[in-house]
Structures are given as structure tokens and as C-alpha cells.
């Protein structure tokens, strides 16, 4: 095919290619040279397809298609035409024009990683090539980095909904959230590329959400979907009528009773709860739970009375146990000043944990017993309190304002100074300190203690008391304890905690973070720290 357009009437990016071929400095000269003619053909049959069609004198998706139907229909064979897209892909890498169509159009990315990094979006990053070249970040891995930074270069903010539409999978997400962790550990990409990750993976799964009554026989299969799907009761409360359900099968069928709940089942379940080495508290809690079944599945009055009067009388009999968290606090024995210190030291050494994960883990739990040592709230209120609802931020500092979720008593005002560097710990994550209000906005109606990998939903209840147990042998409720039981004791107490969530001098001073890190988020918090170190002597001992 003969093209009326000469070389000299081609755009000037693709002359300069041309001469860059023939002077040898093209990346590709080596290959192309020899087929010089080839090269020039294709960039004419490109720009005067273009101007036939009234397009843009360049090479785009557009272009490069309008250009392959006019050959397909010219006769040329499928090999001829695996050529000029070739051709076409060589020019795109070399001088960037066209790029998306020739990474869209390939099988695979295959760009020599010179070329890959020439980009403007590479600049911040190019100085660490090399280093990441030497510690074994593969080539893959690189030029998926820059498909990815191109693909986020389409917007002035990275979104979850841009990161979705990213065209890779699972595994790439993942890929992408090690490498930038490595190369820009501030950034509040990685969160983002973590969420959508998480997002793919369950969309990959496709699993159903497991009910909370799980597998139960007939009719109490039935009668429990039914309560269930009234709305009116909550998850936990169903998942403990159907435990109550399950031993009073398992009585039941020790005994070679039918396995329905009458009034012999029913005595046999008590028996058996009575005989079981369980607190008295329990044996009411698990009578609460089937005589609420039995009421709202309409089994006769009798049965439900009989279990609410058992209930009732376990639970007066509980008054004078001692409960299982004073038990444990003789054996572990702890105050608030240490909880405070705990939470310190979890905060310093959460910026050299190496691992995303449990970096971020490390900010929230912190955050989490901070905010305890000085608001006395149930976990499940810590753990649902939303950001710009229950747990609002301004430029002074942190307010709570929250119904508990037990008594509806109201807890208002700002809180203390000394938590002001947790909570933004929570907020921030593994971000730099200057993304502070933009993930304020950003997060705004979801936890404040949330997991990024679930979409900020709220961690569980057992997220809470696994990870506090092992740092302090106990639960968050104990707090509660503490609270009520020593604060009264000690007038000085809610300074010395205060004193201890800001930490000493000692632990914040530039040696100690130049001898243990170089991460700049270290050094923003090293700052940070200072600032709340001038105001302790300042800060009050009510709470908030």
C-alpha cells in the first residue's frame, strides 16, 4: 500500500523518532534500523488514516484502530497486521505517546525497564530504582507499578472506586501494596489498594454470609429463621439463643428424650447447666436465652416461666460470686498507669514493625486502650463510634459525643490533649501526617477503629480482646473495673495516666529515633511527640 504522506509531513514526535533510529540513540534502534522503511510506513499509514478520518494526528486507541480496519479491509493478512501493532507498540513505549492503547493491545507487558521509567509519574520514585532492582523487586512487579501510577494519574485523588477499575487481580493488588509500602510507607494509597484487594478477593469468593444461628434440625431451624428475619434482635443475641438450643439437644439426647423443647427437655437442659463447671451468671444467661426463644417462638407460657424463673434465681444467686475479671486481676494484677505505658510503648514501636498489617494494628490498639485509660466506655461503643458522629476531630483536638449503647447515658465534650496523638494514630494509620484532614473526610461516617481491609468496618469484639490480652493479660472490660474501683482512691491517678500516654522524654529523643529508624513518618511523630511533651504540665485531670 502507497501512502501519499511523506516523512517530512509527519508530527515532529515521530520525525524526532525517525532520526533517533537512524542516529542510533532510539532504544530500539538496533532492531528497527533494519527495518527502517517499515517503521516509517506505519507511522504514514497511522497520521494519514487519522486525517482521512478527521482525528487527531497522533497515535491513540482511536487512531491505531481506524488505522487496522482500513489494512484488514485493504486484504492484509493477521501476521501483516501483528507487525504494525508491533511497530505502533515500539513507538508508544519510546516516546510514551499512545501508551494505554499499546499496554491495552499487548498480550502481555514486556517493556524493556529503561523505558518504563521514564515517565513524569515515575519522578518521585526513580531514584529507587536501582534499589529496588537490588533487593529483588522483579521487573513484573516494576512494570506493573507503572501501569498502576498511570492508572492513577487519570485523577487528582485516588479513590476505592478509581483502584477498582484498575484491570488486574488478587494477587497484583497485593504485589502493589508491598511495593509501595516499601518505596512511599506514608502514603494513603497502600490503604486503599488494601481495600480493594479485600473487595476483589470477595467478589472472587462470592461466599454468602453464614447466619448467626448456624445449622440447626427442624422446627427450630424454622422458628429461629424466623425471629431471625424479623430484624428485631441482633447477631449476638441470636447466636446465643441458638447455643442454648444446641445444649438443650444435647440434654435431650443424653436422656433419649425427643429432641424438642418441652417441659422435661427443658428441666433436663437446667440439670445439666447446674451440673456444668460454669459461673451462675452463665447458667442465668443461657436460661435468658432459650426462655427468649421460647417466648418469641410461641412454645407454651409455662415453659417460658419456668425458664425465667430459673434465670432469675441463678442470677441472685450470682450476686455474691466473685466475677471471673477479679479473679484474673488477683493473678495479673495492673492499674491504669500501666495500661497508659502499654499503650505508649505500643505507639513508639508501631512505626518499625515491618509487616502493613500489623503496623496498622499496632496504631489502632494503641489508640483503643489510650482512649479507655481516659473515657470509661464499653468496648462494643469504643469499636462502633463513628468518625465525625461519636468521635469528632478539630483543630484542637478530639470530642466525643455518644449515647452507651447499654444505658443510653450520654457522654459529651473534648477529650484530653494526651489522646490527641493516639486517635490521630488511628485516623492516619500508616499515612503521613498532612493526609490528617483529607482521611478525616475521606473516613467520615465509618469507625473510628476500623480494619482497612474489611472497608472500615468495624473490628470485632474478639480483634479487641485477643490482642489486649496479650499485651496485658486482660480484656477491655477491665478497664471499666479500674475506673470505678481505684480512680477514687488516688486523686492524683488521671495525671499520672495522662503523663503516661505522653511518655518520657527519654523514650521520644532524637537518639533513640536515629539509632532505631530512618522511616519519615518516624520522624513526623518524633515532632509531634515533642509539641504534646510541652503542654503535660498544662493538662488537666478531668475526664472528658
Keep these: 500500500m502507497r501512502f501519499e504522506l511523506s516523512e517530512a509531513e509527519l508530527p515532529l514526535s515521530m520525525r524526532q523518532f525517525l532520526r533517533d533510529i537512524d542516529n542510533g540513540q532510539a532504544y530500539f534502534s538496533s532492531a528497527l534500523q533494519k527495518n527502517r522503511f517499515g517503521i516509517s510506513s506505519t507511522l504514514r499509514?497511522?497520521?494519514?488514516?487519522?486525517?482521512?478520518?478527521?482525528?487527531?494526528?497522533e497515535l491513540n486507541s482511536a487512531t491505531a484502530s481506524a488505522m487496522i480496519n482500513r489494512l484488514k479491509k485493504a486484504g492484509w493478512s493477521k501476521d501483516s497486521l501483528i507487525v504494525q501493532k508491533s511497530l505502533l507498540r515500539r513507538y508508544a513505549y519510546e516516546t510514551g505517546e499512545g501508551i494505554e492503547w499499546a499496554l491495552e493491545s499487548a498480550t502481555s507487558d514486556r517493556r524493556p525497564i529503561d523505558l518504563v521509567t521514564r515517565g513524569s509519574h515515575w519522578t518521585p520514585y526513580a531514584v529507587l530504582v536501582p534499589d529496588m532492582i537490588s533487593v529483588g523487586v522483579t521487573d513484573r512487579v516494576i512494570r506493573l507499578l507503572d501501569r498502576w501510577l498511570r492508572h492513577c494519574a487519570k485523577v487528582n485523588q485516588l479513590t476505592l472506586d478509581h483502584a477498582l477499575q484498575f484491570p488486574e487481580g488478587?494477587?497484583?493488588?497485593?504485589?502493589?501494596?508491598?511495593?509501595?509500602?516499601?518505596?512511599?510507607?506514608?502514603?494513603?494509597?497502600?490503604?486503599?489498594?488494601q481495600q480493594a484487594r479485600t473487595i476483589k478477593r470477595s467478589k472472587a469468593k462470592d461466599l454468602p454470609k453464614a447466619p448467626p444461628y448456624g445449622d440447626l434440625p427442624e422446627p427450630f431451624l424454622s422458628e429461629i429463621k424466623h425471629i431471625c428475619s424479623s430484624g428485631a434482635q441482633s447477631d449476638d443475641r441470636i447466636t446465643l439463643m441458638a447455643t442454648a438450643i444446641r445444649r438443650l439437644l444435647t440434654s435431650a439426647k443424653a436422656r433419649d428424650l425427643e429432641p424438642v423443647l418441652t417441659m422435661d427437655t427443658a428441666k433436663a437442659f437446667?440439670?445439666?447447666?447446674?451440673?456444668?463447671?460454669?459461673?451462675?451468671?452463665?447458667?442465668?444467661?443461657?436460661?435468658?436465652?432459650?426462655?427468649?426463644?421460647?417466648?418469641?417462638a410461641g412454645y407454651p407460657d409455662t415453659i417460658v416461666d419456668a425458664l425465667h424463673k430459673r434465670r432469675n434465681a441463678r442470677k441472685f444467686a450470682s450476686r455474691n460470686d466473685v466475677r471471673r475479671k477479679e479473679i484474673k486481676l488477683a493473678k495479673n494484677p495492673i492499674d491504669l498507669v500501666f495500661l497508659a505505658k502499654t499503650a505508649n510503648e505500643i505507639l513508639m514501636k508501631a512505626p518499625?514493625?515491618?509487616?502493613?498489617?500489623?503496623?496498622?494494628?499496632?496504631?489502632?490498639?494503641?489508640?483503643a486502650i489510650a482512649l479507655l485509660c481516659k473515657l470509661p466506655i464499653r468496648a462494643k461503643d469504643l469499636r462502633e463510634g463513628r468518625i465525625g458522629k461519636e468521635f469528632c476531630r478539630d483543630s484542637e483536638g478530639w470530642l466525643v459525643d455518644l449515647a452507651t449503647s447499654k444505658t443510653g447515658?450520654?457522654?459529651?465534650?473534648?477529650?484530653?490533649?494526651?489522646?490527641?496523638?493516639?486517635?490521630?494514630?488511628?485516623?492516619?494509620?500508616?499515612?503521613?501526617?498532612?493526609?490528617?484532614?483529607?482521611?478525616?473526610d475521606e473516613r467520615c461516617n465509618s469507625p473510628l477503629f476500623a480494619n482497612p481491609a474489611r472497608r472500615f468496618r468495624s473490628y470485632s469484639a474478639e480483634w479487641l480482646r485477643r490482642n489486649m490480652t496479650e499485651h496485658t493479660c486482660h480484656s477491655a472490660h477491665i478497664v471499666r473495673t479500674l475506673i470505678y474501683d481505684y480512680c477514687a482512691m488516688d486523686n492524683d491517678l488521671d495525671r499520672s495516666v495522662a503523663r503516661a500516654l505522653v511518655g518520657h522524654a527519654s523514650a521520644t529523643s532524637a537518639e533513640f529515633y536515629e539509632v532505631n529508624a530512618d522511616r519519615y513518618r518516624v520522624e513526623q511523630a518524633q515532632g509531634l511527640l515533642r509539641a504534646i511533651e510541652k503542654t503535660v504540665g498544662d493538662q488537666d485531670a478531668e475526664y472528658a
Design 45 to 57: 499509514c497511522l497520521v494519514e488514516t487519522a486525517t482521512k478520518t478527521g482525528l487527531v494526528a
Design 170 to 193: 488478587i494477587s497484583a493488588f497485593s504485589d502493589l501494596a508491598e511495593v509501595l509500602t516499601a518505596i512511599d510507607p506514608g502514603s494513603p494509597d497502600t490503604e486503599i489498594i
Design 270 to 296: 437446667a440439670r445439666d447447666l447446674h451440673s456444668d463447671p460454669i459461673a451462675r451468671i452463665s447458667e442465668a444467661t443461657y436460661c435468658d436465652s432459650l426462655g427468649a426463644f421460647a417466648k418469641q
Design 352 to 367: 518499625f514493625e515491618e509487616n502493613l498489617r500489623n503496623r496498622r494494628r499496632d496504631f489502632t490498639l494503641a489508640g
Design 409 to 440: 447515658t450520654a457522654i459529651k465534650g473534648r477529650l484530653p490533649d494526651c489522646l490527641t496523638p493516639y486517635l490521630d494514630a488511628v485516623l492516619l494509620m500508616d499515612c503521613r501526617p498532612e493526609f490528617l484532614w483529607s482521611k478525616y
